[in-house]
């Protein structure tokens, strides 16, 4: 771990430094806030917006103004369930944690919690959940319960393909089904669409974030798409990217939801993804970690222009 400021917390190497929710957390509850990396959002914020570009891609289409009510339960459920996700991660991936230099420190490997309070916590996360998810329609609940199979898989694709972060778009991006059934009880081309955007999107931005741990994952046998791609990362990046905006793009085709607002949402998005492409340097870990962390904004502005189309289109 990384020490901070003299009567700091301690905090991990990929997270924010002086975070302020382990300034004001007791000691003791700090390893469950590491375990669910509420100290570090963007995570959350990459599993929630997704659902944010369904649920508005959705109001669009009806012709009504964003669903407030649930872009506030896709919130509350992206929070929890990521926690979930990442302490089941943590869970299995222990021993493997124990030889990065970059997990090392994490709460199960480093001994500050024990593997059966983790698997508790895990549980209270998940019962959240639920709860969350049963608030949505039928069709909605159970699609949302065939996402655990990709979620339970995750873990161990590190250790049987060199694709892990296709796996990890799979869960990731679920989302972008989720929004849409829950505003219509169904699915339809343009959310399948969107998912595969979303896949896309992922595979790109966690490519960028294994390239922290080229050097540890060869020592731990551990494989990844950073790997894989090698010195053509930029290019195998930017594939993904340029697949996750063709894709979105016919989205939009597919659902008559294209207009001025929803274009400058996907041309800012793929403008961001030019300038992360561009600034990109595998050898450069500070800046990996940055460029993964600026998703959030290149996701933002996809949903601005999906939410402000809909309440343009609701009051027009």
Known sequence: MIAGQPGQPES???????????????????????????DRPIGWWLLLLPCWWSSALASLTQ?????????????????????AGTTYNDIVDMDIDAQVARTRGRPLPSGRITKTAAKRFLVAQALVGLAVL????????????????????????????????????L???YGGLMG????????????VLLYGGAIAWTLGYDTIYALQD??????????????????RVRLGVGLCYGACIALIGLALVTAHAVN?????????????????????????????????????????????GLAGAALWKAFA
């Open 214 to 231: 080229i050097s540890d994952d060869m020592i731990a046998g551990v494989r990844s798409t950073a790997l894989l791609f090698g010195q």
């Open 63 to 83: 012709h009504a103004p964003p669903n407030f009510w649930h872009l506030l339960l896709f919130c509350i459920g992206a929070i929890v369930m990521r926690g």
């Open 260 to 304: 001025v607002l929803t274009l400058a949402g996907l041309l800012a998005m793929a403008a961001h993804f030019a300038w992360q492409i561009r600034n990109l340097d595998p050898s450069d870990e500070a800046r990996a970690l940055k460029l993964f962390r600026s998703n959030r904004d290149a996701g933002l502005l996809l949903f601005a």
């Open 180 to 191: 849409w059934a829950a505003a219509y009880g169904a699915l339809a081309w343009p959310p």
């Open 12 to 38: 991990l190497p990929d997270a924010v430094p002086n975070q302020w929710l382990l300034r004001v957390t007791p000691p003791d509850w700090r390893p469950y806030i590491e375990l669910a990396r509420l």
């Open 171 to 173: 869960a990731f991006g």
């Open 134 to 169: 049963l608030s949505f329609n039928r069709f909605a609940i159970l699609l949302g319960i065939g996402s655990l199979a990709i979620v339970a898989a995750y873990p161990f694709m590190k250790r049987v393909t060199s694709w892990p972060q296709a796996v990890l778009g």
